[in-house]
């Protein structure tokens, strides 16, 4: 009998955009799908593949485990067969939890904690005094946070306004809340008087309440009539009330509200460790926890190399592999206490393999999405070895990418097409890499770069003095204005620290496009982000003498069996969940009223059903028109107004993003690799955009590693030049062209292709 091949076979996949697609996928190799952005890659690897995995995982645990995990649908497909276990690495932050650190990701801290409470002098006791969450080990001034909050004076009040005329502008010690009424009619101040006019005296009580030792009350006035009430001072109320308490258990302000309105220091008490001063006294070669935490990972693991007591070893050599694997993904510049809500995009994902590295599994399917983000293409060749290293161990490697050095590394390239959107989801091509030249794929390897030498002239500079946020060695710095900017650097050599710090802290109002998600939900469709969908609705209602809200699912105009969701959810007890279409509406979401009404022969769902490009010729509104084509500019054409933000592809929401922002003119753009999930193909589309928003007086500036559109640029800034505290110098400064002549890695990189 012929051996039989161990492949994943999946048939008839029709989810999202997908045209009921066949795929045989052979196991333990290096498998890339490639494509333009919203081809359909992420609807087969991640919607299809890693979905129907997890359902099965789950089906192996007890009724009441279930019952606590999450539950997945069945995909829409016809046939999946022998789908491995799914490891999935997405570009999806980890999460915003203010004490989440790389330490407590990586299951690194409780190691460390272990060995000074092993091996530590003077002794303390067990591994959880160690901890600024435990009653011992947090210090007693910041209670284990590392900073202090105090009420910021000058952002709290405005002095040349009256109590009556909102001079107190923290909310509720407004007059809009009981304490702000309370201030004005208890008979202390005089509320129509600004503050910078009373008195000494009146301005210490407002502020800070009576000399100590003394007490002042106020009438406060109550349904039985007037009580005294005792003023303590403006700065102790807001301390006591609003910094003290636990925030969340109040329900007229917010942790960020009150944030707004404070000023945030390192703890003198434990500089910023969060820890008891009695723990930090504890050291191991000099070294105290809060130090082992700063310590950057290479310095750490020099430091674990070198311990040799015998109660310590043990604890030391499980950290270890941990701290290599992260060395090896190039993160040997951050440290423990790094906190994970700020890193980059790219680091996060490399943080997140490196946990998984470490596992002893094999026969499993590795999903990595676009892992080559935020990577200096001399990066890119330790992530090539690491999924080699995965296949070795009999794993299958599953990766989106769109950078040709990853894509040449593969056993096996499917490319998604031919088109976005209504335009993908087919097979364009399957097979090796020497089939791709005779193929109708758009991944071509004749990929050819362009050095821009011509660049604009440049007249004036936005300047950074002496900058040392983070890892910047004090430097100072000169951008052109009005011309297209890279800047660029190895992962960790201050890019963001110079662009997203320095820059914005002096230059206030440039408007930011990051790798932030956008707050996506199956409700928020791409009419309502751009603006639009109020306009859409008057239009009909206009035309109609229909109440706008009955062109809206969100309102009256929702189907009334399904509530404006377009599917339904019956309750299916302990089995795997189940949306099936409202039978009612058929999916569109409306009532049957809401379609009875006409613009231009198309009802709201035939409206919502036109793409970017076909809306542009529909409507005569210019605002609509306006923003719809900045859509076409950033590339979006093919998409419909009516498609849901949640699913978009990381590429179209980054560029959805943009396309918010490009109403206004004469403004500084600053970008976050705007190449992330970009095809080559795209990315002529997005350097003609850039090109004509400078062309119209604009400054654009991007943080990129992509050689296209460095090489496309007027004036190029590289730091450098390696990561941490390697990193944080100025090395190249200049046009495209003359980095061709320097020495340095992004220079390397040109001239070699």
Sequence with gaps: MPELKDEIILRGLKENNLKNIDLTIPKEKIIVFTGLSGSGKSSVVFDTLATESRRQMTLNYPLYVRNQ????????????????????????????????????????????????????????????DFSSQSSFGRCPECTGFGEVIAPDLNKIIDFNKSLRDYA????????????????????LFDPDKPIKDYSEEKFQLLLYGPPEGEKVFAPFHTKNGPQPHEWDGLLPRFTRLYINRDIK??????????????????????QGSGLNPKVLEC???????????????????????????????????????????????????????????????????????????????????????????????????????????????????????HDLSVIKEADEIIEMGPGAGVNG??????????????????????????????????????????ARNNNLKNISVNIPSNVLVSICGASGSGKSSLMFGEFTKKYPETIMVGQSSIGISNRSTLATYMGIMDDIRSILSKETGQPPGLFSFNSLGACPICKGKGVLMPDVAF???????????????????ALSYQYEDKNIVEILELTIDEAINYFKMSKIIKRVNTLKDVGLGYLTLGQTTSSLSGGEIQRLKLASHLQKEGQIYLLDEPSLGLHTKDNGKLLDLFQKLVNKGNSVIIIEHNLDFIGASDWVIELGPGGGKQGGHLIFEGTPEEMLHAETLTAKWLRLC
């Excluded at 010690?173 to 004005?184: D, E, F, I, K, T």
């Excluded at 089995?575 to 009223?593: F, L, M, N, Q």
């Design 69 to 128: 995990m999450p539950r997945y649908e069945r995909p829409h497909a016809d046939f999946m067969k022998n789908v491995s276990p799914v490891v999935v690495v997405e570009q999806r932050s980890i999460g915003s939890n203010s004490r989440s650190t790389v330490g407590t990701y990586m299951d690194i801290n409780p190691l460390i904690r272990l060995l000074f409470s092993r091996i530590g002098k003077p002794s303390i006791g067990s591994a959880t």
């Design 168 to 187: 107190v502008k923290f909310k509720p010690l407004s007059p809009s809340g009981w304490q702000g009424r309370w201030m004005m009619t208890g008979g």
């Design 249 to 270: 258990k109040l329900k007229e302000v917010t942790q960020d509200d009150v944030l707004a309105v404070s000023t945030h220091t390192l703890c003198p008490t434990c």
């Design 283 to 401: 050291r191991i070669n000099g070294l105290n926890i809060a130090e082992y935490d700063q310590l950057e990972l290479t310095e750490l693991l020099e430091e674990l190399m070198n311990i040799n007591d015998p109660m310590g070893i043990s604890a030391a050599q499980q950290a270890i592999p941990q701290l290599i694997q992260l060395v090896e993904l190039g993160l040997g510049y951050l440290s423990l206490s790094r906190k994970m809500g700020t890193l980059s995009g790219g680091e996060a994902q490399r943080v997140k393999i490196a946990k998984h590295l470490g596992s002893s599994l094999n026969n499993m399917t590795y999903i990595f999405d676009e892992p080559s983000a935020g990577l200096h293409p001399e990066e890119v060749d330790m992530l090539i070895q690491m999924m080699k290293g995965l296949k070795a161990q009999h794993n299958t490697v599953i990766v989106i990418e």
């Design 425 to 466: 989801g087919e097979v364009v091509y399957q097979g090796r890499i020497e089939g791709l030249i005779n193929s109708k794929a758009a991944t071509t390897l004749n990929h050819k770069l362009k050095i821009n030498k011509n660049p604009r002239a440049i007249e004036n500079y936005f300047s950074i003095k002496s």
């Design 575 to 593: 089995a795997d969940p189940v949306t099936i279409p409202c039978e009612t509406c058929g999916g569109t979401r409306y009532s049957d009223k």
